[in-house]
């Protein structure tokens, strides 16, 4: 299944969501002491998201009905007269937005306003949303000439108009101009969605530590709250305001970019590189021994690492013995050589259909080729072995030398991924280049390679000299 991120329109989202039930509008302004000790329904910490150790009535709405009207665990299976359904467990759900409302004004979408600031410049752009200056008298002066000081008002409703000036000024940027024109119904938004709790937590002992998420989102509810409440502010005030909370909610989505994409991101750090099972890291040295492109030889401590099921399973079935002792063989055969076990691993390599894959990396994963998929064609009987034998028509994909660079190995043991990574497989999709249908130069042969075929393919002719020379000084 894949997934996607999508643009929405965030108030028509806000509507669909807090009208069903599942969200909530968040009308109350609160800092996180007050909330350490009661926290409320309404505000950026409210126990709507779900409830943490501190509170006094701590997981209560674990089991609720689905009106939630009815709580606790020791409720599971009372029918609540309102919504007619049992007390269960239910969990939190990490979905439950919470929303902050600007009453009739609108702001960009952030991801939308990076195109902005793409097309028009972010020097450019932070001084169109500046609020506009007043006379001596106190009456707004706008700016006869350019855009400079309109206002975050102003910017809303001649958006169109003033991208159109600059893409004319930019003509490279008509592409992000007609992006932004596709998804104008997802421009402008007077929602502002306030993401669970669970994904921004707050630990209290000695002192309060709390997500930066909670920083942002501290400073947004309080703007928006004045906004909205203080109904003598003046128009510069207001568009002080606006140029404030557009430039917080523009920080609360950098945040969640930078949360998941960036090195430090959840996807980099906690999942790619996170520790990964039947996986290796071995330092790599020539295969020359007229091998295929996609063919690798492991060290017998390597293989057994990552197809340690496999032979545990293989054991079971042959001896006809529990798991356990069978886990104790493959132990075994970790600290000392087993013949038996090795004769397991050939058989394997021998009989598995398409061979046994086995995927190689090199960080960073970012250049075409920087992952393979591999077969392994031999196990040396060598448990002192630890090095992983591969080709040097891999090298250039993998920007890899014998120098005592090491590779990442994992072991695949699903079909439908095996069958994705083929793609990934330098002999079968690598050898032609992607990029121009001609052979890569990335597969073919080495400086070394040629330097060695050169030198052999000369080597007649320079013999061939040698005798003549020879001769002629017998000659002499």
Known sequence: MAVYAVL?????????????????????????KKELKNRGEDTIYSKRYGTSWEDHDAFQELYSCYCGDIRGKFKTGVVCPRCHDRVKYTGNDVNTTGWLRIEG?????????????????????????????????????????GYHKIGMSEFVKRWKEILEYYVKKKPNKKHLFEHVIKNKDMLLTSSIP???????????????????????????????REFNSK??????????????????????????????????GHIRSSMM???????????????????DIDEIELPYLAFLEVYKLEIIGFLKSTRNIRHNEALRIWKDATFEFSQEVYNIIMSMIKNTEGGVKYVINRNPSIRYGSILLMRVRFVEPNIDNYVMKIPLQVLAFLNAD????????????SKDILEALEVNNPKYAMVISRNNGLLSADAFLIKDQVTILSDLCNLPYRIARQRKKLRMEEKR
């Open 8 to 32: 929405k329109n965030l108030d028509d989202w806000c509507d669909q969501r807090v009208s069903s039930g599942v969200d909530f509008m968040i009308t109350k302004h609160t800092t996180i």
């Open 105 to 145: 004004s609108k702001i960009f979408h952030p991801n939308l306003y990076a195109y902005l600031e793409s097309i028009i410049g972010k020097d450019e752009i932070a001084n169109i949303i500046k609020s506009p200056m007043a006379d001596i008298n106190g009456h707004i002066v706008m700016p006869t000439t």
């Open 194 to 224: 306030v993401f669970s709790l669970i994904m921004r937590p707050i630990h209290a002992s000695n002192a309060i530590f709390s997500s930066p998420a909670n920083t942002i989102y501290n400073v947004l509810s309080k703007d928006v």
């Open 231 to 264: 109904k003598f502010m003046t128009f510069l005030e207001k568009e002080d305001k606006l140029e404030e909370i557009q430039l917080y909610f523009n920080q609360i989505y950098g945040y969640c970019l930078k949360s998941i994409a960036q090195k430090e």
């Open 273 to 291: 590189g996170a520790r990964f099972n039947s996986s290796t890291r071995t330092v790599i040295v020539p295969l020359d021994d007229g091998c």
């Open 402 to 413: 014998f120098d005592g660079d090491a590779l990442n190995g994992i072991s695949i043991k």
